[in-house]
């Protein structure tokens, strides 16, 4: 990858949805409806480009040694202080990171091509082209990103114009609340991370991932510091990837347009937190406690989330709540060790989950505008398409046999019970249940049953150029993952996957990882329990609706603790939102009052001694001879330092003023 | 000597004196006047005849009758009340002025003079003519001046008829601005 | 006991402060332009006696005194000029009232 041609286009990879975000920033008025032209335009071009990574990653062009292949690295100084003060911009792009550039190109090209038949008409539309590039951009810079501090700065990028993407309809007051909230909880967790990269850049002096594990590994940070440097980084990712704690913005961005959810919370800035450990992999393993701090967080939002998921009434929340609860099982994957279980659940998840955003959005268009399931119902027959992808994405979310999910989450709680974490596993397996559960009960609502409003009744399918992506998508879904069957199944393909993407030589000599072999018993187990929610939900929603009813009727108060997120946003807002408010304010008021009250008061201080200095000014000569003579008479008592006569004239002068204030009063 | 000296500094003294406080203008004048004669008198003391007779005739001679004849041209009643003819600030003048003359007694009275003896001025119109002229010894630099002077009572003179002429109303005519 | 070069300084002092007392406080304007002739005056007293008293200087405050004596003269005649002039406008020479610079 010596030569400029081949840098440039790599480095295309990254500029040209920038190059888009300008062109329809700037001339989005005379492009109008052509805007989505060239957004597509420019990520199908990436696409080309990352196929090219890619294949070059994989050994396949011509140039390279036949049959291997080797990451793609290059760089320029950007910033030059010295030795532990100079920083990077360049590129990195390994197995790993190839895959993710092919996933978020393709996964922005077909919400780009959906949009162009979903955002039809809407005033703003150059707008919204704009920022799904801006945002496409930011999040392949975040990709190829080869230290932390290039990380960090595309990391906000994403952050910054997922603000602008979540407070799309600005119109609406939830929009902006949603969109200040995902942004703040961010924000806290971008300054958890900061002070991870602090910690490593002041130990290290590098922030560079290899040059930062390298060091590790050769002792230059003591593990206390590296396993809090770790928990630092992990609470980062946390917040971009919402888990626990900071998941509660998730909820709230769905807001924004749908097809954008499908594009930022499926494959793109929820990916952020979750990719950004898999790229500093090599730091982690070296800290135990990090890991197992990664896997139990990550189980336990898995299971927490989906909780949640049970008693939404709204499809995009069910949706939502889904997705924290996928990443929780990517995050469960990482901290076991399993890494290529981890990120293959990462690139099937992209695929089925958008799937789900563009579904839910095509339902919303088809039922004029709204995701409340309590406007739908009976769309089965009426939108064929749209219900059989959503069955296709159900079934490979809920992990049953031969659909996507299944490889991947299997292989994860494999992994769980493998490593001895029989907690974790229980959780894990327990989790399965629910997502089956909370996702086909959404299908059974929304497109069985009677058509409960005139909307409903009147739905049909929405046009090709929405339907199109979905069945692709939907089409990916059932064989994303076998690319990816392990080897003990029996079957004579290759686990391309496995072999492709690996954890690095280095990392597995860390974790002694043994590769695992294919559990039946295990897949088994995991596709029953998917199974029984399935049924469960069948039987709740369409044989025996009255169980619902009863059930909601005996236990209120767990209906209304899930259905309310747990009430984590209340605790928090009791917690850190109405302090902070009040900080604030207490802060504007005193800078208001005190320092506005300071500055006016010097103003108005010198202002009121220059109206009293302005007696002095009388016209009259004989005034102003007597001060120079005055002056003069000081000055040469001070210069011929007879000091004497300063004393005598002081007293004289006190006398005076005493006598003449004496004769007044 | 001491009593000549005496008589001409109450003479002086008391002059000023009258300048100042006298109610009527024109007396005013002749105290000042009296004044002129007294730091004449002092002159001739100090061994300057020609500068005694020069403060005579211009001082008591011509800025007297000027001043006078200023008088005449701005001609105000005569008043009854110091009120009248003393602003506010006779009090505080007062003190500074005490306080710069004594500050000046106090500088001559602590200063050393040495051994100085009288009797170096210059006692004949001769020498102060030379002195004037710049070739006398050490006071080259009055050639310059002497010149500059007459330069200096030229613009005088034709500045003082300019200021005060009265306005015609055509050509280009300066009058004072207040 | 002789006249010494003090006696004729203080008398210039005195004549001095006399002089810069009356320029503080009369109102007339030509009675100030009096009292600042009375403080030249005493200016040329304190050169003389410095010429009579100090070999050194061989006689050069005299010279001085000359020169001040004759531009004395002329800024009499200029600022008479000036008072006639103010005189013909505002019909006073009382100088409290000329403070239009006031403020």
Not at chain 1, 131 to 149: H, K, R, W, Y
């Amino acid at each position: 990858m010596n030569t400029v041609s081949s840098q440039l286009i790599i480095a295309a990879i990254v500029g040209l949805p920038f190059m888009a975000f300008l062109i329809c920033v700037l001339f989005g008025r005379r492009l109008k409806e052509n805007a989505q032209y060239v957004g597509t335009f420019c990520v199908l071009i990436s696409l080309v480009f990352s196929c090219f990574a890619l294949a070059y990653v994989a050994g396949l062009l011509p140039g390279n040694v036949p049959g291997e292949g080797s990451s793609i690295q290059f760089s320029v100084h950007w910033i030059d202080l010295g030795p532990g003060g100079s920083f990077s911009m360049g590129v990195d792009i390994d197995h790993w990171a190839a895959v993710m550039l092919i996933i978020v190109c393709f996964v922005s090209l077909m919400v780009q091509i959906f949009s162009g038949g979903y955002m039809e008409g809407h005033p703003r539309f150059a707008w919204y082209y704009a920022v799904v590039s801006i945002f496409t951009g930011s999040m392949l810079g975040l990709v190829v990103s080869p230290n932390f501090i290039q990380a960090y700065f595309f990391w906000e990028l994403v952050g910054g114009t997922s603000y602008l993407i979540h407070g799309f309809y600005f119109e609406k007051p939830a929009a902006t609340y949603a969109a200040e909230k995902a942004f703040i909880v961010n924000r806290v967790a971008d300054a958890a991370l900061f002070i991870g990269i602090i910690i490593f850049w002041r130990e290290t002096g590098t922030t560079s991932f290899s040059g930062i594990a390298s060091a590790a590994h050769a002792g230059f940070i003591g593990s206390t510091t590296l396993t809090a440097a770790s928990l630092f980084v992990f609470l980062g990712a946390t917040g971009k990837s919402a888990q626990f704690p900071l998941h509660v913005w998730l909820s709230n961005a769905m807001q924004g347009p749908t097809p954008l959810s499908a594009l930022i919370h499926a494959a793109a800035m929820i990916v952020s937190g979750v990719y950004l450990v898999s790229r500093t992999y090599n730091i982690f393993v070296q800290s135990p406690t990090a890991m197992e701090v990664v896997a139990i967080v990550g189980a336990f939002t898995a299971f927490m989330s989906a909780t949640m998921a049970i008693a939404q009434k709204d499809i995009k929340q069910i949706i939502a709540y889904s997705t924290i609860s996928q990443f929780g099982y990517v995050m469960l994957g990482l901290g076991e060790g399993a890494f290529t279980a981890g990120v293959f659940h990462i690139y099937n998840h992209a695929l089925f989950k958008s799937l789900l955003f563009l579904l839910a959005a095509s339902l919303g268009y088809a039922v004029g505008g709204s995701s409340d399931m309590g406007v739908m119902g009976g769309l089965k027959k009426r939108m064929p398409v749209t219900y059989w992808a959503f069955v296709i994405a159900g079934l490979s979310l809920a992990g049953i046999f031969p659909f996507s999910g299944f490889w991947s989450k299997d292989a994860i709680i494999a992994a769980a019970y493998d490593e001895g974490h029989y907690v974790l596993f229980a959780l894990a397996l327990f989790t399965v249940f629910l997502t089956a559960l909370y996702i086909f009960r959404g299908i059974f609502i929304c497109f069985w049953g009677e058509p409960r409003s005139e909307e409903a009744r009147k739905a049909v399918e929405v046009p090709s150029i929405m339907t199109v992506p979905m069945i692709i998508l939907a089409f990916l879904s059932i064989v994303s993952g076998w690319v990816g069957i392990p080897k003990g199944f029996g079957l004579p393909i290759k686990d391309v996957f496995g072999d492709f993407v690996q954890p690095s030589s280095f990392a597995q000599k860390t974790l002694h990882a043994t590769p695992q072999n294919f559990s039946f018993v295990m897949a088994g187990i995991s596709v029953l329990f998917g199974v029984i929610g399935i049924w469960l939900a069948y039987t709740v929603v369409v044989a025996r609706p009255q169980w619902a009813t009863a059930v909601g009727r005996t236990f209120p108060r767990v209906h209304a603790f899930l259905l309310n997120g747990w009430y984590f946003d209340l605790v928090y807002d009791r917690l850190f939102v109405r302090p902070a408010k009040a900080l604030g304010g207490a802060v504007r008021d005193f800078d208001l009052r005190g320092f506005g009250g300071l500055v006016s008061g010097i103003g108005g201080a010198v202002s009121w001694s220059g109206e009293r200095l302005r007696a002095l000014q009388t016209g009259g000569v004989q005034n102003y001879a007597f001060a120079v003579l005055l002056g003069a008479l000081i000055i040469a008592i001070i210069a011929s330092a007879q000091y004497s006569f300063l004393v005598v004239a002081l007293v004289v002068a006190f006398s005076v003023v005493a006598a003449a204030v004496g004769a007044r009063l | 000597m001491i009593f000549v000296f005496i008589v001409l500094s109450a003479i002086t003294l008391i002059s000023s004196f009258g300048v100042v406080i006298s109610r009527n203008v024109v007396h005013s004048a002749l105290f000042m006047s009296g004044a002129f004669l007294g730091v004449a008198g002092f002159f001739a003391m100090l061994h300057s005849p020609a500068l005694a007779a020069l403060q005579v005739l211009i001082y008591v001679g011509a800025v007297t009758v000027v001043i006078l004849f200023g008088i005449m041209f701005t001609q105000r009643p005569q008043v009854r009340r110091f009120r009248t003819i003393l602003n506010r600030q006779v009090g505080a003048g007062f003190t500074v002025a005490l306080f710069v003359g004594a500050l000046l007694i106090y500088v001559f009275l602590q200063q050393d003079w040495g051994s100085t003896s009288a009797g170096h001025g210059p006692r004949t119109v001769a020498s102060l003519g030379r002195i004037l002229v710049g070739v006398s010894s050490g006071t080259d630099i009055f050639a310059l001046l002497f010149e500059v002077a007459s330069i200096l009572l030229l613009v005088a003179v034709v500045a003082a008829i300019v200021i005060s002429r009265r306005k015609t109303g055509e050509g280009v005519e300066r009058r004072a601005e207040e | 006991m002789s006249v010494t070069l003090v006696w004729y300084l203080i008398v210039a002092a005195m004549m001095f402060a006399i002089g810069a007392w009356g320029a503080m406080i009369r109102r007339n304007a030509v009675v100030v332009f009096m009292c600042v002739e009375l403080m030249i005056n005493a200016v040329n007293l304190t050169l003389v006696a410095f010429s009579d008293y100090l070999p050194k200087a061989h006689g050069a405050g005299t010279g001085y005194a000359v020169l001040v004596i004759a531009i004395a003269a002329a800024e009499v005649a200029v600022g008479l000029a000036i008072v006639l002039a103010v005189f013909r406008t505002r019909r006073t020479v009382n100088i409290d009232e000329i403070n239009s610079m006031k403020g």
